[in-house]
Every structure is written in structure tokens, then in C-alpha cells.
């Protein structure tokens, strides 16, 4: 057994046998792209309902929805390439908390990157989007991780269950004439 949080070390998981060979697909992101969609509604849910029961609003899932709406294009548009980049630098690095903790850092610099964007250059908005970001980004790094280890578990199955060439499905049967 390996250290833990090892990806070696899981029962089950047979990590491949190049760490540096890139396994994800555009599956992988796409799934990824959901459930950090998903968590940041969630997240924009749980902050509006949380700021609306505090000051006694009533119109927090409006201001969830403009959350939600300004999140999206900044997950498509900074959270897919960098997802694929880190994905595929972080491929020899098998201790996932290092996966997760890089992740974690890339939603905290898009949150960064969106409040010098926002705020004409200041820092202001970060404090009010790390909530959505980081959760995001490290939500969406372990499904996508899930997908991408049961496809290429399932890949290589299939492989092994081929022949390299087709064989008669009796092989020391009678020949047919």
C-alpha cells in the first residue's frame, strides 16, 4: 500500500502504467465543466439564502442567479483550458491531495482574475468569490477524476477482453466445409 491520498493505493483503481500519458477526454471537461456549474449553483444558493434570511430580503434567488450567470462564462471560458493544462502537467503527481490543493489555488486565482476584471483593477470582489471558485474548481477536478479513472479502467478491460485478431469462436472444433 501506498502513502495515503496515493492514488496507487486505492482498491480497485488500477492508475495507468505511464503516469505522463494524458488519459482525459473531452468527456472528462465537459463533466467537469457540470459539476463545477452545479457546485457553483449550489454555493450561490446556500450565499443568497444566507445574505436574504440576514438582512431580511426576499429577493436572494435573484441575486443567486447573477452569481450563477457571471460564474459560467468564467468556468468555460479561464476553468476548461486551465483544467486541461493542470490535468495533464499534474499526471506524474500521484498523491491526489496535491491534485486537489493545486485545484483549489487555479479557482482562487480565477476569482482573482475576475475581480481585477470586475472592479477595474482591484482586489475588492475576491473575498466574495473564493466561495464560489475554489469549491468549484476542486468539486469539479474529483468527478471529472472519477469519469476519466472509470473510462480508461473500462478502456483497458475492453482491451484485454479483444483479440489482436479475430479467431473462430471454436477453435478446435471440426472445420466447416
Same mark, same amino acid.
Given at each position: 500500500?501506498?502513502? #495515503?491520498?496515493?492514488?496507487?493505493?486505492?482498491?480497485?483503481?488500477?492508475?495507468?502504467?505511464d503516469?505522463?500519458?494524458?488519459?482525459?477526454?473531452?468527456?472528462?471537461?465537459?463533466?467537469?465543466?457540470?459539476?463545477?456549474?452545479?457546485?457553483?449553483?449550489?454555493?450561490?444558493?446556500?450565499?443568497?439564502?444566507?445574505a436574504?434570511?440576514?438582512?431580511?430580503?426576499?429577493?436572494?434567488?435573484?441575486? !443567486?442567479?447573477?452569481?450563477?450567470?457571471f460564474?459560467?462564462?468564467?468556468?468555460?471560458?479561464?476553468?476548461? #483550458?486551465?483544467? !486541461?493544462?493542470?490535468?495533464?502537467?499534474?499526471?506524474?503527481?500521484?498523491?491526489?491531495?496535491? $491534485?486537489?490543493?493545486?485545484?483549489?489555488?487555479?479557482?482562487?486565482?480565477?476569482?482573482?482574475?475576475?475581480s481585477?476584471?470586475?472592479?477595474?483593477?482591484?482586489?475588492?470582489?475576491?473575498?466574495a468569490?473564493?466561495?464560489?471558485?475554489?469549491?468549484?474548481?476542486?468539486? !469539479?477536478?474529483?468527478?471529472?477524476?472519477?469519469? !476519466?479513472?472509470?473510462? $480508461?479502467?473500462?478502456?483497458?478491460?475492453?482491451?484485454?477482453?479483444?483479440?489482436?485478431?479475430?479467431?473462430?469462436?471454436?477453435?478446435?472444433?471440426p472445420?466447416?466445409?
Amino acid at each position: 500500500m501506498g502513502l #495515503p491520498g496515493d492514488l496507487d493505493a486505492r482498491p480497485g483503481l488500477r492508475p495507468p502504467r505511464d503516469p505522463r500519458r494524458n488519459e482525459w477526454s473531452l468527456v472528462d471537461l465537459g463533466v467537469g465543466w457540470l459539476a463545477g456549474a452545479a457546485t457553483m449553483t449550489v454555493v450561490a444558493l446556500i450565499v443568497g439564502a444566507v445574505a436574504g434570511l440576514s438582512d431580511g430580503g426576499t429577493d436572494w434567488i435573484g441575486g !443567486a442567479a447573477i452569481a450563477v450567470l457571471f460564474g459560467l462564462p468564467v468556468l468555460g471560458c479561464y476553468g476548461i #483550458p486551465i483544467a !486541461a493544462v493542470a490535468a495533464s502537467l499534474l499526471r506524474p503527481v500521484r498523491a491526489e491531495w496535491i $491534485h486537489l490543493a493545486v485545484f483549489a489555488g487555479l479557482g482562487a486565482i480565477g476569482c482573482a482574475l475576475f475581480s481585477l476584471v470586475m472592479s477595474e483593477g482591484g482586489i475588492g470582489l475576491i473575498p466574495a468569490t473564493l466561495p464560489y471558485g475554489v469549491p468549484s474548481a476542486v468539486v !469539479a477536478r474529483l468527478v471529472a477524476k472519477r469519469i !476519466a479513472i472509470r473510462g $480508461h479502467d473500462a478502456r483497458t478491460r475492453g482491451a484485454s477482453r479483444m483479440p489482436d485478431r479475430a479467431e473462430p469462436a471454436d477453435p478446435g472444433g471440426p472445420a466447416s466445409v
